[in-house]
């Protein structure tokens, strides 16, 4: 099956670079293109002549022009799809057609008209001709004009070990001038070596260039070479193995600490918001949750709106979902506040109870609104796709998310310490009393901070539906998690909140392999459990003659 994959790959690619080809030397200078074509129309012809033998030759010919335009013409052999007219022993790709075939030209593929079945003859092919057919494609795609073509060519050989490859290899290896491509081709050169019958010396330098790669892919033929050889062979491909495993578990380790930075990110922005409300003025919100699923929501219907009246604007989308998400998710929070929670403060167990209730409430108006399944919200395409670094992946979505909590991290930070605002939610924060006693309206601090809290939440919800599922229940997956932070880096302190979301993140990612998802989470709360014993203020305590408990 290998066999077949690999070889669909190159005639694919070859296909690929001869139409391609075809096209811009067409484009660029027409007469040109139709003599060289008109050139190669003999030796595509003398196909109709030769016997197993001969076609072999005639194949290895075509090859050796090096003009990918030949490719289409090899892979109808390859496929049985190349027959010739007997009236004037001309070639042409078929398919069939009523009671005859359809010709078209196998050097230009425009239509030559019909035939009827016993006008053509099949040029017969057996399984050594289809091999020579595809060393001869891999050829072709090797010395393709187009790098990333050339690229993907030796990718394929690689994936297939095809020892017929080698000499084709070598030659373009010969002539490549790029070094990354020169580097891919070596590479795959390597893994065709170790599947042949090639000499232990050649075969010791490919386990080198190999050992040199040092990804998974090189680590499963090192495996198996090591399994299946004996004497110095073995013992360098079992040095080599040590080594690739020694260094992917150190890119494992990376990975696991991206992943847990990722999602410490998008813990600190389900809990930067909550930080704040329950900093200034201690309030249980178990409400906050449908704070960051309205956000999403939002996200869900400026997109639903683009895409209906203006879908050239969809890659800003996410741009003006923020401040709207921020606006309708913080209006609600000062509504929560002045409608409810102003009746209630002191009273800690009926505030928990009210917001829970107006969770309920809030996910059940979103289910008869929207309804109760997912609904789809896109990634623009500067948040789509992945790139390698060593042998870790990094998703763009996952990328910009993390440089987005820190972006509203260092936002928040600069209103609190850097407008009249901020003064006085710090100075309600350190001591009530005291700010009232000084002319500051608490009340309206009070409201105006659930509502900045509330509205970062909104556009926590923006960037977790690039990454979660949006629904009602969006909300709940992240209330536990997020007060465990706001507590465990300390109550009302931003630094504190940053700290521990990563922290949290961090060790949620290490745990996971061994614990898993479920069992891991409870160690957290565990641990967070005996930490609050003997540090009841969290990591960074707030400072001042009267802070609140």
């Not at 196909?47 to 109808?76: F, M, R």
């Not at 600190?268 to 200034?280: H, Y």
């Not at 972006?407 to 009393?433: C, D, E, H, I, S």
Request: proline share 3%; no cysteine.
């Amino acid at each position: 099956m290998s066999f077949f994959r690999s070889f669909a790959q190159l005639r694919s690619l070859a296909l690929v670079v001869g139409l391609l080809l075809l096209s811009l030397n067409t484009g660029s200078n027409p007469a040109s293109a139709q003599d060289d074509t008109e050139s190669l129309r003999p030796l595509i012809n003398a196909l109709a002549d030769g016997k197993y033998k001969e076609t072999e030759k005639q194949i290895s010919d075509l090859a050796a022009t090096g003009n990918p335009v030949v490719a289409p013409a090899l892979e109808a052999l390859s496929d049985g799809d190349l027959y010739f007219r007997k009236s004037d022993k001309q070639v042409f790709i078929t398919k069939k057609s009523g009671k005859g075939y359809a010709l078209t030209d196998p050097l230009t593929l425009e239509s030559a008209g019909e035939a009827g079945k016993r006008e053509v003859s099949k040029i017969k092919v057996n399984n050594s001709l289809r091999r020579v057919i595809r060393s001869a494609l891999g050829s072709l795609t090797l010395m393709a004009a187009d790098p990333n073509v050339r690229k993907a060519a030796a990718e394929a050989v690689f994936k297939a070990k095809d020892p017929d490859a080698i000499e084709s290899l070598d030659i373009a290896i010969e002539k490549e001038t790029n070094d990354e491509v020169r580097m891919v081709m070596e590479q795959a050169r390597a893994a065709a070596v170790l599947n042949s019958d090639r000499s232990d010396g050649e075969k010791l330098e490919a386990v080198q260039v190999l050992s040199d790669m040092g990804n998974r892919d090189a680590l499963s033929l090192l495996i198996g070479i090591r399994d299946s050889s004996k004497g110095e062979l073995q013992t360098a491909a079992a040095t080599a193995v040590k080594r690739i495993e020694k260094s992917l578990a150190l890119w494992d380790n990376a990975q696991n600490i991206w992943y847990g930075l990722s999602l410490g990110s998008v813990l600190l922005l389900a809990a930067i918001g909550l930080a704040i409300t329950f900093g200034v003025m201690g309030v249980i919100n178990m409400a906050h949750g449908e704070m960051v699923m309205i956000g999403a929501y939002v996200t869900f219907v400026v997109q639903e709106m683009i895409r209906t009246s203006a879908p050239g604007l969809f890659d800003y989308s996410l741009l003006i979902a923020l401040p709207l998400a921020f606006l309708v998710s913080g209006a609600i929070g000062v509504g929560i506040e002045r409608g409810i929670i102003r009746w209630l403060y002191g009273r800690p167990l009926e505030t928990l109870l009210a917001t829970w209730g107006l969770s309920l409430i809030l996910q059940q108006a979103v289910r008869s609104l929207f309804g109760p399944t997912n609904r789809e919200v896109g990634n623009p395409d500067w948040m789509s796709g992945a790139f390698e670094v060593g042998q870790m992946t990094i998703t763009y979505n996952r990328m910009w998310i993390i440089v987005f909590a820190l972006a509203v991290f260092v936002g928040l930070m600069l209103v609190l310490k850097k407008t009249p605002f901020g003064l006085y939610t710090r100075a309600v924060t350190q001591n009530r009393r005291m700010a009232a006693s000084m002319g500051i309206r608490t009340p309206w601090i009070d409201a105006l901070t659930f509502g900045l809290g509330s509205g970062i939440a909104g556009i926590a919800g923006v960037a977790l539906s690039q990454i979660d599922n949006v629904s009602p229940n969006l909300g709940q997956g992240y209330i536990i998690d997020s007060f465990m932070v706001v507590v465990f880096g300390g109550v009302g302190n931003l630094w504190g909140t940053l700290v521990g979301a990563m922290t949290l993140g961090v060790v949620n990612k290490f745990l996971e392999p061994y614990a898993g998802a479920v069992l891991g989470k409870i160690f957290v709360l565990v641990f967070i459990i005996l930490f609050i014993q003997k540090r009841p203020r969290g990591l960074f305590a707030l400072k001042g003659r009267a802070v609140e408990a």
